[in-house]
């Protein structure tokens, strides 16, 4: 994990999909080409902390906890410009353009934001119960989009005398 910001808060962010066909198919070459290296540019953005990877793996493509239909990726943030700058600017939009010819639609949310104290990697268990949140109440301060997203929390300092 790294990090370089003072914030008591960092942006933990899950998104899934359901993949076309398998990544070894021709049909998906333009997506899984890519992983490595959005990955490592990811890994180098401003404000990245953090992914989930597989136990001796380089990415997170064989890890499938919500089901072998859901591609999961995971990761921490330090706030949501540092997130949304390297989804929307750097290489990765090219990704989102192309994402209808890799993932089937889904009807309901399949990305999630939420604030976690620094230095806390959240478990993955808590990933699938923040979309569940946000799939049921829609955005609130427990579970966001970059739509309509949520300040961290105020950092509460104990009164003394």
Do not use: C
Not at 50 to 79: C, H, K, M, Q
Not at 96 to 106: A, K, N, S, V, Y
Not at 126 to 154: I, M, V, W
Request: net charge negative.
């Amino acid at each position: 994990m790294k990090t370089s910001s003072p914030s008591a808060y960092h942006l933990a962010q899950v998104n899934v999909g359901v993949l076309r066909a398998p990544l070894s198919d021709p049909s998906m070459a333009g997506f899984s080409t890519r992983i490595e290296p959005i990955n490592a540019l990811a890994d180098e953005a401003p404000g990245f902390v953090w992914r989930l990877v597989g136990e001796g793996e380089e990415d997170a493509t064989g890890l499938r906890p919500f089901g072998d239909a859901l591609l999961i990726n995971y990761s921490v943030w330090e706030d949501v410009e540092s997130l949304w700058n390297f989804t929307y600017r750097s290489e990765h939009l090219e990704l989102l353009r192309g994402r209808r010819e890799w993932f089937e639609h889904l009807r309901e949310a399949y990305l999630a934001l939420w604030w976690v104290p620094s230095g806390t990697i959240p478990s993955v268990e808590e990933a699938g119960r923040r979309l569940d949140l946000l799939r049921a109440n829609g955005p609130t301060p427990e579970a966001f989009t970059l739509r309509t997203s949520f300040p961290p929390p105020a950092d509460r300092v104990p009164h003394t005398r």
